[in-house]
């Protein structure tokens, strides 16, 4: 596994903010700020896992490019 980039983290920042802005909605009973919180860590999931699938492309091109200097 390879060091995230930075998509990755602020994706994980972003559904963590996200997950407690809806915890928080939902001890005062807050429905608009429980749906933001989750649509927000609903995005920060996405923007990590598309962050984990840019870190994987690169890494295979990384391997390929060496496989072909051999």
């Given at each position: 596994m390879g060091i995230p980039n930075?998509?990755?983290?602020?994706?994980?920042f972003e559904a963590a903010k996200g997950a407690i802005?809806?915890?928080v909605g939902?001890?005062?009973a807050d429905k608009e700020l429980e749906h933001q919180g989750?649509?927000?860590r609903d995005a920060g999931d996405v923007r990590s896992q598309v962050g984990?699938?840019?870190r994987k492309l690169g890494e295979a091109i990384e391997d390929v490019g060496t496989f072909i200097r051999k």
């Open positions: 930075r998509q990755e983290v602020k994706g994980k802005k809806e915890k939902q001890v005062i989750a649509a927000e984990k699938i840019k």
